[in-house]
């Protein structure tokens, strides 16, 4: 089974500064999906960023952007000149390839970050 | 603009008393999924349709059930709700379409059981 780990609970960051997100994950697929979500304060979740497995560059949106170590089962997530707006639930998320039913997300647990201003 | 609707927002039943959650998209996605979610946790999958075809989690109560008339719709029905299922109920959508397998998010039923 996969697990999805999110060692940080909560994080702050000052506004316009850079902070990361960790996110590590066990699997044995060698073909998967890894996402973060932000759910912010009583809003729905939103897909951030995604990585395919099989993609060794780094995937960026804007100011998101990942460092996904594959042999080290890593994907964290760097938020750069970080706004207000980006205070948030930060979830990171794996989903393996699945041909006919993909259903197999796993959560990890979140971490709560707030931007001061 | 496509979207994943859920009815309603926010609401309040009696400790046994059945209760149905309403999820509908207007994406034309396969599969539907309802998660539920507690306090400052996780998402926590309950069952998903691919299509037609229910597929429910292993450790899911039998108090929970779903129905989905058509390609559009989901409900989520709780028998007999305790306390223990006040959460954030979340739909969710997703297509074998293309070549991403991210998943579309309502903005979730609040349910408060009394």
């Known amino acids: 089974a996969q697990t999805v780990t999110q060692s940080q609970p909560e994080m702050s960051v000052q506004e316009a500064e850079t902070v990361t997100l960790s996110c590590t994950y066990d699997t044995s697929e060698n073909n998967y999906y890894l996402f973060w979500y932000k759910q912010p304060p009583s809003r729905q979740m939103i897909l951030v960023i995604r990585?395919?497995?099989?993609?060794?560059q780094n995937a960026t949106e804007n100011r998101f952007s990942v460092n996904f170590q594959k042999a080290a089962k890593s994907f964290s997530l760097k938020i750069s000149d970080s706004q207000l707006g980006d205070t948030a639930m930060y979830f990171c998320a794996f989903m393996k390839q699945a041909l006919y039913n993909n259903n197999d997300m796993r959560f990890g647990a979140g971490t709560r970050l707030t931007v001061k201003p | 603009d496509a979207m994943v609707i859920q009815n309603p927002r926010y609401q309040v039943t009696q400790f046994g008393k059945p209760v149905t959650l309403s999820c509908s998209q207007t994406?034309?996605?396969?599969?539907m999924y309802w998660y539920q979610q507690k306090s400052s946790q996780a998402p926590k999958l309950l069952f998903h349709?691919?299509?037609?075809?229910?597929?429910n989690e292993a450790d899911t109560p039998d108090n929970f059930q779903s129905r989905r008339p058509n390609t559009s719709f989901c409900f989520l029905d709780i028998r007999s709700p305790g306390l223990g299922d006040a959460a954030m109920y979340l739909c969710?959508?997703?297509?074998?379409?293309?070549?991403?397998?991210?998943?579309?998010f309502g903005p979730g039923t609040r349910l408060t059981v009394l």
């Open positions: 969710a959508t997703s297509t074998l379409a293309g070549p991403y397998n991210e998943q579309f």
């Open positions: 990585q395919e497995a099989y993609k060794q």
């Open positions: 349709y691919y299509d037609k075809d229910f597929n």
């Open positions: 994406l034309n996605h396969n599969v």
